[in-house]
């Protein structure tokens, strides 16, 4: 996969765009929530949230595998939300990888082209630049049960790719994966992507492959949608305290913003946000405190305990009745005692304002 | 031709969607059907051109409407509209079409000719089509088209014919009457208690079971220490249970010995079913799992009422046992205690299927869990395996209970004295000639086995039936104890011996000069099968191979689409299946009977009418494997083929039916053998020119042919247990290989 | 989906196309050998091919009845005379005079008033096993059966499902009377171990000694006896009743014409012989040119009641006399 700007002849990428998306299963259960949602066409948009938040669902539905309740799906400006699945020009990459287990691999990148019923030799042709693309030419005659799991991955995404989809969809397709493999896999997903300029839909419960994978992330909590926006925005400014959460760990200590700065217990630190004046609940990542140097402004915090991890060391402290987890680099100081008094300060980078609690 | 409409944008140049409706091609068979064969036709042959009868000629109204409907959804699948609004469209029409045949059908009372069968299938086909490019039904026009038709199916051949015997039991003469339903239920056939001429005093010693009973359970609940409120209840629950019991042993009639046999016989098949599946999952001397295999297998390829005629001759009055060993001349064998042994003999093995599964299906772990967490033995065996089998024993209990309930030929042949149910439903409607009467029974019959079926699911609590599969663990069992597997063993041994002894009199009786009297070697039975049975039993095996193939499809269909598919009437077709497979064989044949002897629906005396009922009554055993196949793949494996633009027909060909050869040669050959061997759902079918083994079979029973019915078991049961074997290793061998081709 | 509109359309197609062609339906309801036995000879004679269902003849006519709307069958063939009478004046099925009326033994014409086709007559007897026996005396007589000792020890047809047991009760009544008569039926059921359905089966039993005593027609237990079981056969002393076994065409009958050419040659002395000659039954046959079987059972040498064909085979009677063994006798526990 070296190969940097081959397009895919007869791939026409798509926009998705859900308005007023709703799913119910049985009477109570809302597994979509009123979701509008604009997919441009060629980006690469992740679903992240934990299970049950109805990410898989919102996938299903673009796929056609599930009927929304109410809304519509447009892919480019056709209404598809009653089309049958297969009339969708979509495709989608499952976790479980569902080769086929009775076919070898030419046949499983081979299906959907033969159901197509193309000629024999277009189905060569392109079955082998599947293959090619993604790396396993020569394993055409192989059993699917005989590939590693990043291997068989790969057949998965060829055999996705084989029948030009406008849309690609990718359901947790790295969760059955070891770590290592995970990262391998997941970079050559995103340089494939890239390349082909698919306009593609990617599932995750992973934060840190969202954001390592995704032109824009959208970040779901039971049903609705908490924030939508690019790895950095979501993880410098989460609208919420769910998504703060959610993406890295973060702390959050009450306070006061006045425009210009925050205030928490008395520390004042200079701060800008596209925020009401008043009372606000700070969130400041761990790895933005660190200990105030002599004569630096700072807010007075309790130890607590401390567990030294090499690079760093994870510190609790008591800010204002508040526990306040932080990682600091270097030795710091291992020497404190339980109940001794530190100042601390936040860095600019890993703090963001929320509305009070 | 763009429509554009305010509620859906217009399409892109590469939009998506379809050009034409699929709906094109149906609609256009249903004209030409429509135009060019007989709607009707004059009597049972189907294929009589009557000029008379077509359609057009017919000139009715609503057969105008058929061809306006289908010749509006032939124009609307070409337009070029927005592929769901031209389903909305086509839903009008198909649906105006169909229902306008159906009505005509329904008023005209006209048997239907093969024009009206293909132009209505056609028509069911354009609705299919157009409820899934509307977007109504989620899948695919086959998807769709299986939805509709199932459901017609069920309506049509299950619910429809035990709607007919319900009418019959109440409405006579064209009127509600419930005379007939009360002449039947206060008959001294059905159930009387009082008699007397008998020595006895049976309502006093009724009533002193109630009390002995009712101060037993009382007494221990006091003993128990129980609230006063607790042993009033107890007091009278008992004294209702007792008085059951006075009624069962004390009472005549069809009732009590159908209720007494099945208290007999269902405990006695699941506690055996549940030895002979500890042993076979647990014991020691592997052999014995073999030969449990062997007996699991009997009872389908034989016929229901051959052991019991085997046992005329090895327990009857002159029976070798009986009388030739022990020299006694008793009549014994006939009524409860013969039929209860046959239907023992019969019904055991399938409780033992059942248990097998949740016997394999524990976790050793579980109970290994509860054993280091402190519990002795006997608390593991109360508060872990008891809990994890109940939901078996129940199925079991449940399924030994119908089929004792539904059986008919042990009855009919070792009843004796004692009249049953399902043969009363026979006699009233062949002997006595009582249509009424026999649906009165049927009714009764019904109401018995439903009821019980619902307490159970009570009891369980949901589940639906198709559900029920135990996929096996690994890991060794722990086995039982020594002395539990020597007593167990010994059991399964005298079982052995006593149904070895069953079939190989059935061996000597065919080569017998005349049974019972001459043993003298002759194979002269033989000769006389083949002159008088062997057309008959190449015809049954057609009717049987025939009515296998569909009952399987329809039995895979059913299945995928409920264990699949989220779809409005789900249900519905799941509650027709638990009904066709619960239903009484009896009954069932007398409610084709009624459904399908006059009417549109004139069937009676065809091979059609056998075929679907065979068709009917075997499609739940096929949707039992077919949901346990289903189980075991991924579905995933099915929405990747959607994904790759396969239509769901191309997913069942291409990637489920590889996938379950095996699963599906089996029921195949399940709904072959015991489309071979059913008696009680055709007997009532058969028609000269359509007569079927066992029915001939019972007949020669009947009329004492024995030597040559002895022959036709043989053949019978040999060419099953042939079938069963060659068939399912060659199934067997097949998916092997595709296993080979996965590594 | 296209391929599959095909191909449902052919199999369809193919399924149903099943023409049928004129031949012969016939209802049996004498012994199964005859029964085998007439179809290659008479489609031999014809060239008409025929298929037959072994009915007993209750269950018969009851058939006839229900599918009388459209019916199957196109003869009726044997079965004692009372249901064909019966089918006769319910119009399920209809009368037709056969070339051969006239050569019609005059007496069995004349007793049923013409009112069906006779076929053959036979009279109703003991079919004894003296070997089941055991020390117990032979019963001699009607009144005889009633005693306890033979409890368990006699099997008969059901009367619901065989004019057989018709019949035999009809017998009973005529010779002892209403009141006398039920009261023997009683005794009688007392002491049955099994009712079977088909009028024949009972010597079956007595010959394999499941029971010592059959109440049947002679003939059945002529027959048993040629085969080899080891039993005795003769008249109660009191006096036994007779059947005159009818041949009749169902009304409507689909094949009517086969129908028709099936009655013509059952009538003929040549098909009549093949009764005792294959079909191991021993009737005294209608036509008087048949030369009877050497063992059918002498009508000379028989006390034969005055059988009242007429008021006996009066469906309404009849209706009454299986109503009463139903609830007043069969229900009684033995």
Not at chain 2, 115 to 131: I, K, M, S, Y
Not at chain 2, 316 to 324: E, F, L
Not at chain 2, 360 to 370: K, R
């Amino acid at each position: 996969m070296d190969s940097t700007t081959t397009v895919v002849k007869g791939i026409q990428p798509a926009t998705v765009d859900l308005r007023g998306l709703l799913k119910r299963f049985g009477k109570d259960v809302v597994a979509v929530n009123d979701v509008d949602l604009f997919i441009e066409r060629g980006e690469l948009l992740t679903l992240l949230g934990p299970s049950g938040c109805g990410k898989t669902t919102i996938l299903r539905l673009i796929a056609g595998l599930e009927r929304p309740t109410a809304g519509q799906i447009l892919i480019d400006d056709d209404d598809v939300s009653r089309l049958p699945a297969y009339l969708r020009d979509i495709t989608m990459v499952f976790q479980s990888y569902a080769l086929f287990p009775h076919m070898n691999v030419f046949e499983n990148v081979a299906y959907g082209v033969r159901v197509a019923k193309r000629p024999k030799q277009e189905i060569e042709e392109r079955v082998h630049e599947a293959l090619a693309m993604v790396g396993l030419e020569d394993y055409g005659k192989r059993a699917t049960n005989a590939l590693s799991g990043g291997q068989q991955q790969r057949v998965a995404l060829a055999r996705a790719l084989v029948i030009r989809p406008r849309v690609l969809l990718f359901d947790e397709p790295l969760s059955n994966l070891d770590a290592k493999l995970r990262k391998r896999v997941r970079e050559d997903i995103r340089s494939l992507q890239q390349r082909l300029g698919i306009t593609s839909v990617y599932v995750t419960h992973d934060q840190e492959e969202a954001l390592a994978i995704s032109d824009r992330v959208v970040v779901m909590n039971q049903g609705i949608i908490e924030q939508i926006g690019s790895p950095h925005v979501l993880y410098t400014r989460p609208a919420s305290r769910f998504v703060a959460d959610f993406i890295g760990s973060a702390n959050f200590i009450p306070g006061h913003y006045d425009g210009q700065a925050i205030d928490v217990l008395g520390y004042r630190r200079p701060h800008v946000q596209d925020m009401a004046s008043g009372p606000v609940t700070v969130m400041v990542r761990p790895e933005a405190i660190e200990f105030a140097r002599e004569g630096e402004e700072g807010v007075e915090a309790t130890y607590l305990s401390s567990a030294y991890l090499g690079p760093v060391t994870e510190f609790i402290f008591d800010i204002g009745g508040v526990e306040v987890f932080a990682t600091i680099s270097g030795l710091g100081m291992s020497v404190a005692e339980r109940g001794d008094t530190v100042r601390l300060r936040f860095n600019e980078a890993g703090v963001s304002l929320l509305p009070p609690e | 031709m763009a429509v554009t409409t305010p509620t859906t944008p217009s399409r892109t140049g590469n939009g998506m969607g379809l050009r034409f409706s699929g709906a094109w091609l149906p609609a256009l068979v249903a004209i030409v059907t429509y135009l060019t064969l007989p709607f009707g036709r004059p009597g049972r042959p189907f294929l009589t051109i009557e000029p008379d009868l077509y359609a057009l000629a017919l000139g009715a109204p609503l057969l105008w409407i058929v061809l306006l409907g289908a010749v509006a959804s032939f124009v609307v699948s070409l337009l070029r509209l927005n592929t769901a609004v031209r389903g909305d469209v086509l839903i009008a029409t198909g649906t105006v079409g169909l229902g306008a045949g159906v009505l005509w059908f329904i008023l005209s009372a006209t048997p239907f000719g093969i024009g009206a069968l293909l132009t209505l299938a056609a028509l069911a086909l354009v609705l299919g089509h157009a409820l899934s490019e509307s977007g109504r039904i989620q899948g695919d026009a086959f998807i769709a088209t299986s939805i509709l038709v199932v459901s017609l199916f069920v309506i049509l051949f299950i619910i429809y014919p035990l709607f007919t015997v319900l009418r019959a039991a109440v409405i006579i003469d064209g009127s509600f009457d419930l005379s007939q339903l009360r002449r039947t239920l206060t008959h001294p056939l059905f159930f009387f208690l009082d008699n007397p001429r008998s020595q006895i005093d049976e309502i006093g010693l009724t009533l002193r079971w109630g009390m002995v009973v009712a101060v037993l359970t009382g007494a221990w609940a006091v003993f128990r220490r129980r609230s006063v409120p607790v042993v009033a209840l107890r007091l009278v629950l008992g004294g209702i249970a007792g008085l059951i019991i006075g009624v069962l042993l004390y009472g005549r009639g069809a009732l009590p010995t159908s209720l007494l046999t099945v208290a007999i016989v269902a405990p006695t098949c699941t506690l055996l079913g549940l030895a002979f599946a500890l042993l076979g999952q647990r014991a020691r001397f592997k052999p014995i799992r073999r030969s449990l295999d062997v007996i699991s297998v009997l009872p389908i390829i034989t016929p229901p009422f051959i052991l019991a005629f085997a046992m005329i001759f090895l327990l009857g009055r002159r029976g070798i046992v009986t009388h030739g060993l022990f020299d006694m001349s008793t009549n014994w064998i006939y009524g409860i205690p013969g039929v209860a042994i046959a239907q023992i003999l019969a019904f055991t093995p399938i409780a033992y299927l059942l248990l097998r599964g949740s016997i394999s299906s524990l976790n050793p772990a579980l109970e290994e869990a509860a054993q280091t967490l402190g519990a002795g033995p006997w608390t593991t065996m109360r508060t872990i395996t008891w809990p994890l089998v109940r939901p078996g024993l129940a199925a079991a209990f449940l399924l030994s209970m119908i089929e004792s309930l539904a059986d008919f030929g042990n009855p009919i042949i070792l009843g004796g004295d004692r009249n049953y149910l399902a043969t009363e439903v026979y006699l009233s409607l062949t002997g006595r000639f009582n249509p009424n009467e026999a649906a009165a029974y049927g009714v009764v019959l019904l109401a018995l086995v439903l009821g019980a079926f619902f307490i159970q699911r009570l009891w369980l609590g949901g589940g639906s039936f198709v559900t029920v599969t135990g996929k096996p663990s690994s890991g060794a069992l722990a086995p039982i104890p020594r002395v539990l597997e020597i007593g167990l063993t010994l059991v399964l041994f005298v079982w052995t011996v006593f149904v070895a002894a069953l079939y190989i009199s059935i061996v000597v009786g065919s080569f017998a000069q005349l049974w019972g009297v001459n043993y003298t070697f002759t194979t002269r039975h033989y000769e006389d099968f083949m002159r008088a049975g062997w057309p008959v039993f190449l015809y049954t095996a057609r009717v049987a191979a025939i009515s296998a193939v569909p009952a399987m499809l329809l039995g895979f269909l059913v299945a995928y689409l409920v264990s699949r598919h989220r779809f409005f009437g789900r249900r519905f077709v799941e509650f027709g299946s638990l009904l066709s497979f619960a239903t009484p064989g009896t009954v069932m044949g007398v409610a084709y009977i009624f459904a399908f002897n006059t009417g549109p629906w004139l069937l009676t005396a065809s091979a059609t009418i056998i075929i679907l009922a065979l068709v009917f009554r075997n499609m739940p055993v096929a949707i039992r494997a077919a949901v346990a196949g289903l189980a075991q793949i991924d579905p995933s494996l099915e929405e990747a083929s959607t994904m790759l633009r396969a239509r769901s027909l191309t997913t069942l060909r291409r990637v489920l039916f590889p996938l379950l050869v095996n699963t599906l040669v089996t029921g195949l050959i399940f709904a072959f053998v015991s489309a071979m061997t059913a008696v009680s759902q055709v007997i009532f079918l058969v028609s000269p020119g359509n007569q079927l083994a066992t029915v001939l079979l019972l007949g020669w029973v009947e009329q004492g042919q024995l030597g040559r019915a002895a022959a036709m078991g043989t053949i019978l049961i040999v060419s099953m247990l042939f079938t069963i074997l060659v068939v399912l290793g060659l199934a067997q061998r097949i998916s092997a290989r595709v296993v080979r081709v996965e590594g | 989906m296209k391929r599959l509109t095909l191909v449902l359309v052919a199999a369809a197609a193919l399924f149903l196309s099943h023409a049928q062609a004129q031949r012969v339906n016939l209802l049996c309801s004498p012994d199964l050998a005859w029964c085998e036995a007439l179809g290659p000879a008479f489609t031999e004679a014809t060239g008409i091919p025929l298929e037959f269902i072994r009915v007993s003849s209750q269950d018969a006519l009851a058939r006839i009845r229900a599918e009388s709307a459209n019916p199957v069958f196109d003869v009726w063939f044997g079965g004692t005379g009372d249901p064909h009478l019966i089918a006769m004046r319910d119009g399920v099925a209809e009368m037709y005079i056969p070339s051969t009326w006239d050569d019609i033994i005059p007496e069995l014409k004349s007793v049923i008033n013409e009112e069906y086709i006779p076929l053959y007559a036979g009279a109703i007897g003991f079919v004894i096993n003296e070997e089941a026996l055991g020390d117990l005396p032979l019963p001699r007589s009607w009144r005889d059966l009633t005693d306890p000792m033979y409890r368990g020890l006699i099997a008969m047809p059901d009367p619901t499902s065989s004019g057989t047991a018709y019949t035999t009760l009809a017998t009973l009544l005529q010779v002892f009377g209403e009141e006398d008569g039920w009261e023997l039926v009683e005794g009688i059921h007392m002491n049955v171990a099994q009712y079977t359905s088909s009028g024949s089966a009972p010597g079956q039993l007595a010959g394999r000694g499941e029971v010592a005593i059959a109440i049947q027609f002679m003939h059945d237990g002529v027959k048993f006896a040629a085969q080899g079981f080891p039993l005795t056969v003769f008249a109660p002393e009191e006096g036994v009743g007779y059947e005159i076994g009818g041949i009749s065409l169902i009304a409507n009958a689909p094949n009517r014409d086969a129908a028709i050419a099936f009655i013509e040659w059952a009538l003929t002395p040549e098909a009549q012989a093949i009764a005792g000659e294959l079909g191991d039954s021993y009737q005294i046959q209608s036509n008087m040119n048949t030369v009877q079987h050497p063992l059918a059972p002498n009508f000379d040498e028989i006390n034969l009641i005055e059988y009242d064909f007429d008021r006996w085979g009066d469906p309404a009677v009849r209706d009454q006399v299986l109503t009463r063994w139903l609830n007043d006798v069969f229900a009684i526990p033995r």
